[in-house]
């Protein structure tokens, strides 16, 4: 597969504001700034990129708890991102979402949801309305290894099968859901495997490697657009960070997670485009440098942003 | 008498019923080595292991389902429901299942289960994470519902609900885990279906549920000073409920105000302004029937905007004196 220097670089650029929107909220909530909880996806970001990186801008996503990666891999506008996480009005959802609920409807971001496998039967639906519009946009349902494990899964695989939708069902396996593992959650080893008995192909890929998730799920996307129907993706990947801010990470190794760290997806990417002199290391300190300050303009934006008004409470209810 | 809280009591009351009853064990998300996501059942893994102490995927129907299967065959499950908004993917088996199975069966199945599942708004999580479904359930005829407000509560309620033949929903409070209150080291039960009076009083009865006990008890704290003396009156379980502890404290004040958090429309306070006006109380009232709950609105995140969703002290110090100064 060939790749034009622009779109790779593109893809590492949206990988290091992940990342490093990720570090800043992570020291934000720490300061005390940030209400409530959130879900970090540190060491996923290849996952996000790669899959995202396949669609055309008016194709849709529907992303998880764990999303912020999902958002900015849709373009999503960082400032409303971090408006929204210290729950101001100028927020992507006017400070009622914050981090678990960041929707860009526009730009084809459906939204997270909180509820583990909430965005599955979600996903089906818009791919019956893609079908029933014509369209020819697809959808990509992002969920964990987690979510997979709910009755809703099974239902919404089924439906997207037999009426051939265009849905690709990403699941992010990062090894975890909260503190129990993969291997004690199933019974079998790839939960890719799954797809077979709906009918639709189901592929496993190193969901820490950009450039093979970017190919896998390219595959799934030009399926789903001649109208051939669903797919499944498993790419297999690792949560860096706690599962939340409750987590104290008992039920894992310090050595594991180390060793996660050294198959960064960031850090391979970076590497592999030195190696084949696409980017210098000069412009790799640029582009950090220009990510990071996106990001710290974007919290001076949040911070200078208004509170919402409790005048306005009810808005949004009902339209 | 030694003081812990209310997160410990509940822990304290399924050591208790495990070690006395093998048949008892925990069936859940996250709740061995995790502990549950508030820290509930922290270290009971360690005394009872995997096998009681069953941590299951991400399956809220098959966590409700596999309860009630293990309930009809002679065990005494307690399984958790991480976040009471996700009882709405357990809701079939609750509802048309656990619920109705020993009706149908013509009085004959046993159903010992509890389903325990923390509710309410303030800590930031929003409106998939906060909501407070009690109402729902005690729509539903077959299912028993407790919702305690202190650590003693708690634990007295917890241990007649574990021996209780019927399904229980046993509803926690998130912001109740670290309240510390006096509890007795031994077992001793709470019945179902007695109300508690929080505080003694004669102007003014406050229903409350859950958290709103806490901040009733605080609002009338505030309105001693102004000379108004309130009776809180905390009904602990809503199905069954103490329709009389209420009515004879209404005859006594003649004013009378229901509060929770959830959504005011079609909540709890509903159910208690009509049995009250439907019965000899109503008589004895000087004013009308006065409900605070939630706005009726999904919980926000913005933490202000979150306050401003459901009853805090201040409303209730508000709605009193509209009441007591008319
Ligand atoms: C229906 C439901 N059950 C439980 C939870 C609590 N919870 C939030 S995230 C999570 C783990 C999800 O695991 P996975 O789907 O693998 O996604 P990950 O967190 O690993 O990204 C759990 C149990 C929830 N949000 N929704």
Known sequence: MKFTPEKLIDMLIKMYKIRFFEEKVDYLFALGLVHGTMHLSIGQEAVAVGAISTLKPDDYILSTHRGHGHCIAKGADINLMMAEFLGKETGYCRGRGGSMHIADVEKGNLGATGVVGGGIPIASGVGLSIKMRKTGQVVICFFGDGAANQGAFHESLNLAAIWKLPVIFLCENNMYGMSMSVEKAFAIENIAKRAGSYGFPGEVVDGNYVLAVYKVVLKAVERARKGKGPSLIECKTYRWKGHSKSDQNLYRSKEEIESWKMKCPIKRFKEKLIAEKIITNEEIKIIEENAKNIIEKAVDFAKNSPEPSVEEIFDGVYS | ?326
């Open chain 2, 1 to 326: 008498m030694r003081e812990i809280t209310y997160a410990e009591a509940i822990r304290e009351a399924l050591r208790q019923e495990m070690r006395k009853d093998k048949n008892v064990f925990l069936i859940g998300e996250d709740l061995g080595i995790y502990g549950g996501a508030f820290g509930v059942t922290y270290g009971l893994l360690d005394e009872f292991g995997e096998e009681r102490v069953r941590d299951t995927p991400i399956s809220e129907a098959a966590i409700a389902g596999a309860a009630l299967g293990a309930a009809i065959t002679g065990m005494r499950p307690v399984a958790e429901i991480m976040f009471m908004d996700f009882t709405t993917i357990a809701m079939e088996q609750i509802v048309n299942q656990a619920a109705k199975i020993k009706f149908m069966f013509g009085g004959k199945a046993k159903v010992p289960m509890v389903v325990r599942t923390p509710a309410g708004s303030g800590t930031g999580a929003a409106a998939q994470h906060s909501q407070s479904l009690e109402a729902w359930f005690t729509h539903v005829p077959g299912l028993k519902v407790v919702m305690p407000s202190t650590p003693y509560d708690a634990k007295g309620l917890l241990i007649s609900s574990i021996r209780d033949n019927n399904p229980i929903i046993f509803i926690e409070h998130k912001l109740l885990y670290k309240t510390t209150g006096e509890v007795p080291e031994e077992e001793y039960e709470i019945p179902l279906g007695v109300a508690d009076i929080k505080r003694k009083g004669e102007d003014l009865t406050i229903v409350a549920t859950s958290i709103m006990v806490q901040r009733a008890i605080s609002a009338s704290k505030e309105l001693e000073k102004d000379g108004i003396s309130v009776e809180i009156v905390d009904p602990r379980t809503l199905k069954p409920y103490d329709k009389k502890t209420i009515i004879e404290s209404v005859k006594k004040t003649g004013k009378v105000i229901a509060v929770h958090e959830a959504c005011k429309t079609g909540g709890f306070g509903a159910e208690i302004a009509a049995m009250i006006s439907e019965s000899e109380a109503f008589d004895y009232l000087d004013a009308p029937i006065k409900r605070l709950g939630g706005l009726d609105i999904p919980i926000p995140y913005n933490r202000n905007l979150e306050r401003h969703a459901v009853p805090q002290v201040e409303d209730i110090i508000n709605a009193a004196k509209e009441l007591i100064y008319r």
